[in-house]
Structure formats: C-alpha cells, structure tokens
C-alpha cells in the first residue's frame, strides 16, 4: 500500500486565528493525529496530559497530549493530538478520518469521502 497525504491546518480550539498547516501523512494504523511540537506550543496549544502509545515495533512510550481542531477536506473536527519530535512527519489518525466520514480507497490509494458517517452498532 502507497503512502496518502493530505494538507490539514491544526486550530487552537480556544482562539481558532491561531492554526498551522502541514502535510500529514494518513496513517489508518494510528488512532490519534500527531504534529510537532513546536508549532502546537506556536499556536498556543499546551500538553493537557500524557498517553502511552504502542509504536509499530511494540516498544511503548509515553508521550504529550492535547486538544485541537484539525481541518482537512472541508470538513473541521475536535481531536486529539500528540506532540511530536519538532521534525516529525506530521500524521492524521483513523479517528479523525472516521470521524467525517472518509476513508482510504485501497485501490486508487486516495481519500475518498463515504455517503454517511458510520454508526455501527446503533439502533433505533
């Protein structure tokens, strides 16, 4: 499977002027979105706690977390998000995908956006 990247701006939940753009990788592997640190402190968006994480050779760290806004495909929603190494390759968890509704077309290798968002499970 190929790599997919999609531009996304991170918004301080508190202050939405304040946002950084990057390309994130689009990792369906990971549940949470991650940046750098440097420009999640920029914008204004301080570590609320930590979390342990499995990284995909089975060594666990714990790392820095918070809350942001992360916009990417017209769509905006609350997230999240790890503060990463200040170069880390900046990531877009399968939350935040699913979360709108999109998902990675394992043919074409490219986002492509679901008639509905998925709530298995629930009944009415």
């Not at 202050?15 to 689009?26: A, I």
């Not at 503060?83 to 880390?88: A, E, N, P, R």
């Not at 956006?113 to 629930?122: H, M, N, Q, S, T």
Request: charged share 25%.
């Amino acid at each position: 499977m190929g790599m997919v990247h999609v531009t996304a701006e991170v918004v301080n939940p508190g202050d939405t002027e304040r946002r950084w753009e990057g390309l994130f990788l689009v990792d369906t592997g990971s549940i949470d979105c991650m940046a750098p640190g440097k420009y999640l402190r920029e914008i204004g968006i301080e570590p609320s706690g930590k979390r342990s994480y499995e990284l995909a050779d089975g060594t666990e760290i714990k790392m820095d977390v918070g809350v942001a806004k992360i916009e990417f495909m017209g769509e905006m929603i609350g997230a999240t998000i790890i503060f990463g190494k200040d170069d880390i390759e900046p990531i877009l968890g399968v939350i935040a995908l699913e979360s709108v509704g999109i998902e990675v077309d394992p043919q074409t290798q490219r986002l492509k956006r679901l008639p509905a968002v998925r709530l298995k499970g629930i009944m009415y």
